[in-house]
């Protein structure tokens, strides 16, 4: 683990219990999950028991507790990607990849996510892959994408 | 001076630590402090190079950076057409920039030239030299970029696109015209102007009285009116208060307030100051979704340009008036559009509502006095203060006034960000702007208002969009998502859809809520395998009521919506579903069954290679068959035959 950013966070938001999502958020963005003895050191510094930060880290959709893939595939199952046929294009990948939401393949290399809606719905349906989004998808071009990664 | 925020010279005075009253109009009319007519000769020229004006020979080419057009392309746009331009030696005539969303997603990526408002469609990197060389060259329009109806007819001027003839842009107005991360753009299209003469020339309940004048409402939800609720903030007595801007948009569908936010921030931090100064407050916050990278980068940037300028921060232009504010990241939680839930995660906590008495506006944010507004509910506030409450309340109807801004998804034809005045028609909405449905289907049903809206069918499409009408419908305006459902929609496939979602996303504080969309959720899902019964419809419906009656927050409140209006004006599909075991829209996947026909099929294979499960056997050239026992309905084999030889059952 790099111990250089979790000092960093620890400098910026040491003492500011109401800052424990903003800190999560930073953690998140460097190691790509929130490791647990990252959460433990975090607990101790804010000023706020661990039962707390595991609290907030299930309960937003945006935090991952386990460590993830290589590449994130997103699938939106908002409204506007779902009545344009998002469900298909969702077990097609799930059924490729052989993974269920949250869980990555075994070689590593995709993780497999869904979300309800990135705000790309004029172009739906759309799969994020990492930070890329893709739209006007099917079943058939969304299995060519991972080829892509 | 390279931009208009640069001093015209050393004699302007004007810093964030000598602030100035005169500072935002002095920046485009002026300068006011000297005289000197080289100084306002450059002004008019930085002026001239972003919007110039018809018949100067200068042209401004607006590439759409929305999220849409750029995840379609655009991004890598504006260099292409800089090196063409300068190749052409051009450079001096035209001059590109990155926008916001120009609205038409659908035909995106999408850029406009100036002035005389050319729109192209569907652009990529292979376009930009016939446009340099036949538009910005020859002064002639490049056909086979512009919009084109299903007739075929090209219009190359934006303002005659069907999409854009019925729409009134007025909080819109901007976006997709400036550049989002320069705020002297802002400041050049008249921004500023009213928080400018809301610090010098009136008093904060003249404020307050110009917005209850105007009839401002919320544009979040339930259409509370604004001004009502800052005066209720401002009553409590207290010395410290709190603004903030609702900017995390959950409604999937929606993307107005993204969209805002990515093409005209500044609006938005001005209907913050506004509100912070009407209810005495110096601090604000902006709860946005981390799922809107794009929106907080350039939030970020406009925030830190307003200060750089002395438009946030201390002593706000010398009026003695100070304000801050800060971004505050969401991290995916439907139930924080709710007010009380939102300002738990703004405090770091998990996001569970609260009971709302005391009232936010008593005790709100860290237990202090607090106005939360959305996004568009702010950016209405400048164009208030500005052209006046009587302008503001001459467009709507009697009891919603002002505009309101849809995003328009589904199966429509012309998706994107519309912006129409209050009392429009859904009609006029999905088959004059939205173009009608696509591919020649039928229409079923729109589901306006997100999940906790309701689904119109389309006999009720001559309903007026005002508040009170989509409510007295069983739906509801939310914040203005709109997604379009065609005949191959199953309605019972969609309540449940809007079920799975909430019944995900219930905080699990009341029980109602989070057992009771439980078990809805189970018959629905029951009735979409093909095992509900006649039964299962009045259960559907008292069960409904119950958890609309016995939740606490607006989110069990509106949950079992969908469900029911639903099994009022769809009733006949439930009963398909239930009584005969059919869905005929096709998507609820246990119900279907494929067979090939074999008088069509001509065993080209193309079915058996896309099956995922290789249920179709046969030999080349003779026809093809399905093992039902294999197949698992995926329906790939249906859409790749060209023969029409796969039939669904
Ligand atoms: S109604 Fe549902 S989401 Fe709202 S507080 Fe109750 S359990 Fe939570
Ligand atoms: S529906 Fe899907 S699984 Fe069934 S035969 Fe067709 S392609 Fe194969
Ligand atoms: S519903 Fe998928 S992007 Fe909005
Ligand atoms: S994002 Fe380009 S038009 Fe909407």
Redesign the interface.
Same mark, same amino acid.
């Given at each position: 683990m790099e111990e250089a950013i979790l000092e960093e966070v620890v400098r910026i938001y040491r003492g500011k219990?109401?800052?424990?999502?903003?800190a999560?958020?930073a953690l998140q963005r460097h190691y790509g999950y929130l490791p647990e003895p990252a959460l433990r050191t975090l607990a101790q510094e804010l000023g706020?028991p661990l039962s707390?930060v595991y609290?907030?880290a299930t309960?937003?959709?945006?935090?991952r507790l386990k460590p993830r893939g290589k590449h994130t595939v997103c699938v939106c199952l908002?409204?506007?990607?779902?009545?344009?046929g998002s469900e298909?294009i969702f077990?097609?990948l799930k059924?490729?990849l052989g993974v269920e939401p949250g869980d990555t393949t075994a070689d590593g290399r995709f993780t497999l996510e869904v979300?309800?809606?990135?705000?790309?719905?004029?172009?739906?349906p759309v799969v994020v892959v990492d930070?890329?989004?893709?739209?006007r998808l099917?079943?058939?071009k969304a299995l060519a994408l991972l080829k892509k990664y | 001076m390279r931009s208009l925020m640069d001093r015209c010279c050393s004699r302007c005075t004007h810093s964030p630590q000598t602030p100035c009253k005169d500072y935002v109009l002095c920046r485009r009319d002026g300068p006011f402090c000297h005289d000197d007519p080289e100084c306002k000769r450059r002004r008019k020229a930085w002026l001239n190079s972003r919007f110039p004006p018809p018949g100067s020979g200068q042209r401004r080419l607006l590439v759409c950076g929305g999220?849409?057009c750029? #995840?379609?392309g655009s991004f890598s746009l504006p260099e292409a057409f800089r090196k063409a331009i300068e190749k052409a030696g051009l450079e001096e005539q035209v001059t590109v920039t990155l926008v916001g969303c120009l609205g038409l997603?659908?035909e995106?990526p999408l850029a406009l030239v100036m002035p005389e408002r050319v729109l192209y469609c569907r652009l990529k990197l292979e376009d930009v030299a016939a446009i340099v060389e036949e538009h910005f060259k020859g002064g002639k329009p490049v056909e086979r970029l512009l919009f084109r109806d299903d007739t075929g007819k090209t219009y190359p001027f934006l303002p005659e696109i069907p999409f854009y003839r019925k729409q009134q842009r007025v909080v819109l107005e901007r976006c997709g015209y400036i550049n989002p991360e320069d705020i002297a753009e802002y400041i050049a299209a008249g921004g500023y102007r009213a928080l400018t003469s809301v610090l010098f020339s009136l008093s904060p309940e003249e404020v307050i009285e110009e917005i209850k004048k105007s009839g401002l409402r919320g544009r979040g939800g339930a259409g509370f009116p604004t001004g009502k609720k800052w005066e209720a903030a401002r009553r409590v007595p207290s010395s410290k208060r709190y603004v903030i801007c609702n900017a995390d948009?959950?409604?999937?569908?929606?993307?107005m307030d993204?969209a805002l936010l990515e093409g005209d921030p500044h609006a938005v931090i001005e209907g913050m100051i506004i509100c912070g100064y009407a209810i005495g407050s110096d601090e604000g916050y902006v709860y946005v979704r #981390?799922?809107?990278?794009l929106a907080v980068k350039r939030l970020r940037i406009a925030i830190e340009q307003a200060y750089a300028a002395g438009l946030l921060g201390e002593n706000i232009l010398g009026s003695g008036f100070s304000f801050h504010l800060h971004i505050?990241?969401? #991290? +995916? #939680?439907?139930v924080c559009g709710e007010s009380t839930a939102l300002m738990a995660?703004?405090?770091?906590?998990? +996001?569970i509502p609260r009971i709302k008495v005391p009232r936010s506006t008593e005790k709100g944010l860290?237990g202090k006095p607090t106005v939360l507004n959305n996004v568009e509910t702010f950016a209405n506030v400048p164009l208030i203060i500005l052209r006046g409450s009587q302008w503001f309340a001459n467009i709507g109807t009697k009891g919603s006034k002002g505009t309101k801004i849809f995003?328009?998804?589904?199966?429509v034809k012309h998706? +994107?960000l519309v912006e129409v005045p209050m009392g429009t028609t859904l009609k006029e909405l999905i088959f004059d702007i939205g173009g009608g449905i696509k591919g020649g289907k039928r229409f079923k049903a729109l589901?306006i208002g997100?999940?906790s809206g309701g689904c119109i069918p389309e006999d009720m499409l001559d309903l007026p969009i005002d508040y009170e009408s989509l409510t007295g419908a069983g739906a509801m305006m939310g914040s203005g998502?709109i997604?379009?459902?065609d005949e191959d929609?199953c309605m019972v496939n969609?309540a449940r859809?809007?079920l799975n979602?909430t019944e995900r996303e219930s905080?699990g504080k009341c029980t109602p809520c989070r057992e009771g969309t439980k078990q809805m959720l189970n018959i629905l899902e029951r009735i979409t395998r093909g095992e509900g019964s006649p039964s299962d419809l009045s259960l559907l419906e008292f069960l409904g009521q119950v958890v609309k009656a016995t939740s606490f927050c607006g989110l069990g409140t509106s949950a079992p919506n969908p469900v029911l209006t639903t099994l009022r004006f769809f009733r006949s599909e439930y009963l398909q579903h239930v009584t005969e075991r059919r869905c005929s829209a096709g998507e609820c996947m246990a119900l279907r069954r494929f067979v090939i026909l074999a008088e069509k099929c001509i065993g080209c294979g193309a079915c058996a290679y896309?099956c995922?499960v290789k249920a179709i056997k046969g030999e080349k050239k003779k026809p093809h068959h399905i093992d039902e026992k294999v197949c698992v309905k995926?329906?790939?084999c249906f859409?790749i035959c060209r023969f029409q030889a796969v039939k669904r059952l």
């Open positions: 219990p109401e800052k424990l999502i903003a999560l958020l706020v707390k609290g907030v309960f937003y959709a945006q935090f908002g409204t506007a990607c779902h009545v344009r298909q077990h097609a059924r490729e979300v309800s809606c990135v705000g790309a719905c004029s172009m739906a930070e890329e989004t893709h739209g099917d079943p058939e | 999220l849409t750029g #995840a379609a997603c659908e995106g948009e959950g409604d999937p569908g929606a993307f993204r #981390a799922e809107y990278p505050n990241e969401g #991290a +995916g #939680a439907f995660s703004i405090e770091g906590n998990r +996001g860290f995003a328009l998804s589904g199966k998706t +994107g589901q997100g999940p998502s997604v379009v459902m929609n969609t859809f809007f979602f905080c896309v995922p995926c329906g790939r859409e």
